[in-house]
């Protein structure tokens, strides 16, 4: 187990600068730079600012020192809030964004686990058929659709809920965009359950335990269950680390100050820095949900365990 | 015989009936049935028969488009159309179910200790860790060796006949009345198989249940069951006792049935024959283990140095249990799969021969395989599946022409040409191997391997496609390797035998002399677990 671990963890290294190297040139490939405004700078402020933040060098130059930086946990100023490092901006937000994305995370999973469930056991019945029109809703309208639309029905015309902003952090703030953030997620896992129940409910262990007068509640829960839970834990993995380093959409609809935004801004801006940080961010996340995942699978089914 | 004994089961114009999409199917047509206290009763029947249908429907295990009719009693209660609550009380403990399948019967995600306690604490209550020892003791009884660290065993880490007696185990846990035994042994190896039965049999000796035996095998049914009753398309066509079956068979269906035993024998060709296919010291390794950061990295050797030496017109019998290397010595010898060794066809000399240099050989190479199901495409009619071949090696023909062979190849193997354009799934499982046989045939191939052609189909069908290879090598003087696990099919169909264990050659020679004088062990134990049981 221990050993496992260790081999993944170094299995980690290799992938993290391929992610790096390959964001880093991708990114400078692009057209444009940090300093490149809708009005241009006097070519003598650009020279100073370019040579300030070493741009003027050769790009193999820029990437050896920003690998060397980078593996000293120093990825930089950002190009664009010119008083921040992007570790600073990261550390402010992704508080936000994790939270956010935990609660985000254990409504689309739970839910989605109940409903899949639900319709899995009434196969074919009208229960199921709108559970799986919902879900199917919630896969395809994006999530700019429907954080405008609650906002509009719950916070304007109910006034039940305030309509965006971080407030005093209180569940009543994060109701609305935990819901816009879920939605998407929970569908598919609604889904996964739905499909990976029904073929648990047909295998011939679950016939033998009907045919030892188990009780249906054990059937289902006991045996169907943990074998359906299979799939859903492998797509646990991209879910919690989508959900936990924010969404653009979303934190921008709800005014939310996490790190979210970044993604998005930083590539409009080009801010390099701060792009390759939420690159180096997300890939740390992915990579540290597929290992947990892949630890929990190891306890659910006994055939894969890692000894 | 044993007609004092109180009748504990019941059955009377039971009913299955499957609802389709073409419309109700009724799989089981109204039987009557009695099983008596203590007794062995065997339901005796091929696929479609309806057999085990009736013990699902009695036990409330159908599938969800199957309803059940008629009454089956058991000491006085009515099972069907009992609410689950209380038909849960019946089943697990006084009805218990073993099933064909060992390899998914058990839930593969929990311990065989957890999983024989389960019905344990359902039925008599009490906790896990009290029915521990109740489990230790039924691992004992059904011969697990070192029950105490076997206890704590997943379902994957045992082999099949263990998962038998697991599942054996778990049907006796609360002393049943009546054990309904689904095809307990046909997944398994014959001397398996013949184990599994000796302490069914045992236990019943011992604990005086009654056993309901369902199987399509006669050879077990004569060892085993006190009473049988015979099944056909829903319907119980015969009852009696074994020996009345079997000396005095009052219905067609049973004389059928008893005559389809495969039969008949095979001259060995010419001694002057020339060889068409020869390999010596065939090895094949696999490896096991390694990758990036994997374990370290084995070699398991599947075939380890077995010479073959097949004459035009002969039949070889390649016979083993599963794992012994016999299908992939087919492979090999066709050059399907690395291996080393030296290989012959005909007079050209094949060893260093890589895919594209056998190409052209491969039209008189060919091989049918064991499963008709999964080795057709579902997505070709059946004349696009057997003329594919002719694309490669007669790619000269005219769609009129590749048409008129298909016409042929499907006369041969007696079907109606109209078939071909057909699609795979509208067809029995009989046909569809005699589809994969025209298939092999429409090249004119010299060597024919048949890798357990046989196997998945029922005895009467069976003898239908041994007498049809028979024919087709009298009319093109075909060479067959044919492989089994089943020796009466050998026995039937070739006039030589090898027999292999563990990759190994174990013995080999004319069919006569290893059926009637088997010089080894292994040979006599499969003989005496295949013809004995």
């Given amino acids: 187990m221990i050993s496992f671990v260790l081999r993944r963890l170094a299995s980690a290294v290799p992938t993290l600068f391929i992610v790096v190297t390959i964001s880093f040139f991708l990114m400078r490939f692009a057209p444009g730079g940090p300093f490149n405004l809708e009005r241009p700078l006097p070519p003598q402020t650009m020279a100073n600012l370019m040579a300030t933040y070493h741009l003027d060098q050769p790009l193999w130059s820029q990437y050896v020192s920003y690998i060397g930086n980078a593996v000293r946990g120093d990825f930089g100023p950002s190009y664009v809030y010119k008083d921040n490092t992007v570790a600073e901006l990261i550390g402010k937000g992704l508080p936000y964004s994790m939270e956010l994305g935990f609660y985000a995370l254990l409504l689309a999973l739970f839910g989605g686990v109940l409903a899949g469930t639900i319709a899995a056991l009434r196969q074919n019945s009208a229960l199921d058929f709108l559970i799986m029109s919902v879900s199917t809703v919630g896969v395809t309208v994006p999530n700019f659709v429907v954080g405008p639309v609650l906002t509009l029905v719950f916070a304007i015309t109910l006034s039940w ?40 409910l047909h295998t011939d262990h679950i016939r033998t335990a009907r045919a030892y007068g188990l009780p249906a509640r054990t059937v289902v829960i006991t045996h169907a269950m943990r074998a359906a839970m299979l799939p859903v834990v492998s797509y646990l993995a991209p879910a919690a680390a989508a959900l936990l380093t924010g969404s653009a959409v979303v934190e921008t609809i709800f005014t939310i100050p996490g790190v979210g935004r970044y993604f998005v801004l930083g590539a409009i801006n080009r801010d390099y820095t701060l792009v390759m940080g939420t690159v180096v961010l997300i890939a740390i996340f992915v990579i540290v949900f597929n290992l947990l995942v892949d630890i929990l699978y190891g306890l659910l089914d006994p055939r894969v365990r890692h000894d | 015989m044993n007609d004092s004994r109180e009748t504990i089961l019941a059955v009377r114009d039971l009913k299955v009936t499957f609802t389709t999409p073409d419309g109700d199917v009724q799989a089981v047509k109204g ?108 691992l004992e009884l059904v011969g697990i060796p070192d029950p105490k660290r076997r206890i704590d065993s997943y379902p994957h880490e045992m082999s099949g006949g263990q998962r038998q007696r697991v599942m054996i185990a778990m049907a006796l846990a609360n002393d049943p009345d009546i054990l309904i035994a689904d095809e307990p042994t046909t997944a398994l190896d014959v001397t398996i198989q013949a184990q599994i039965l000796d302490l069914l049999n045992s236990l019943q000796a011992k604990f005086g249940m009654a056993v309901v035996l369902i199987t399509h095998d006669l050879g077990i049914v004569k060892h085993f069951a006190s009473r049988v009753a015979v099944m056909r398309r829903g319907e119980v066509v015969e009852t009696g006792t074994t020996a009345d079956i079997f000396e005095r068979p009052q219905a067609d269906y049973t004389k059928m049935l008893l005559a389809a035993e495969p039969h008949g024998r095979k001259a060995s060709p010419a001694e002057t024959a020339p060889v068409m296919l020869e390999g010596r010291n065939v090895s094949v390794d696999y490896a096991t283990g390694g990758g990036l950061f994997g374990k370290k990295a084995g070699v398991f050797r599947a075939v380890d140095g077995v010479n073959i030496r097949l004459k035009e017109g002969q039949t070889i019998g390649i016979v083993g249990e599963s794992g012994s290397g016999k299908s992939t010595l087919g492979r090999a010898l066709l050059r399907l799969i690395p291996s080393s060794g030296r290989y012959q066809f005909g007079a050209t000399n094949i060893s260093d021969f890589g895919r594209s240099a056998m190409r052209p050989l491969r039209r008189q190479l060919q091989l049918v395989f064991q ?45 109606d040409p109209a078939a071909r354009n057909r699609y795979p799934h509208e067809f029995s499982g009989g046909q569809r191997q005699r589809i994969a046989i025209a298939r092999a045939i429409i090249l004119k191939p010299k060597v024919v391997i048949l890798d357990e052609p046989t196997s998945a189909l029922d005895r009467s069908v069976q003898g239908q496609v041994i007498d ?28 030589y035998v090898v027999v292999m264990k563990n990759g190994k050659v174990v013995e080999e020679g004319d069919t006569d002399a290893i059926f009637e004088a088997p ?7 499969l003989m005496n677990a295949a013809f004995t049981a």
């Fill in chain 2, 371 to 415: 499963d008709p199901y999964g080795s057709l495409s579902p997505r070709q009619t059946v004349g696009e599946i057997i003329t594919e071949g002719l694309y490669v090696h007669e790619p000269q023909l005219s769609r009129a022409e590749r048409d008129k062979r298909a016409i042929e190849a499907l006369k041969e193997v007696r079907l």
């Fill in chain 1, 161 to 200: 809920l305030p309509a965006g902003s971080w407030g005093d952090g209180s569940l009543r703030f994060l109701i609305l965009p935990m819901i816009a953030l879920a939605l998407p997620q929970l569908a598919v896992f609604a889904r996964l359950t739905r499909g990976s129940m029904i073929e648990a």
């Fill in chain 2, 468 to 495: 049809l290879l028979r024919d087709l090598q009298k009319t093109h003087g075909l060479s067959y390797i044919f492989i089994s696990h089943d020796l009466s099919v050998i026995k039937a169909m070739s006039d």
């Fill in chain 2, 31 to 138: 039987i009557d049935l009695d099983i008596k206290a203590g007794e062995t009763l065997a339901v005796v029947g091929e696929s479609g028969s309806g057999k085990s249908q009736t013990m699902m429907g009695i036990m409330g295990l159908l599938a969800g488009n199957g309803r059940v009719a008629g009454s089956a009693k058991y000491r006085g209660q009515e099972l069907v159309g009992l609410p689950l609550k209380a038909l849960n009380k019946v089943r697990g403990a006084k009805i218990t179910m073993i099933f064909q399948e060992p390899m998914t019967s058990l839930d593969p995600l929990y311990t065989i200790g957890r999983q024989i306690a389960e019905p344990i604490v359902q039925h008599r209550g009490g906790t896990f860790s009290q029915a521990r020892a109740r489990v230790l003791e039924l």
């Fill in chain 2, 519 to 525: 010089r080894e062990n292994y040979t006599q134990t």
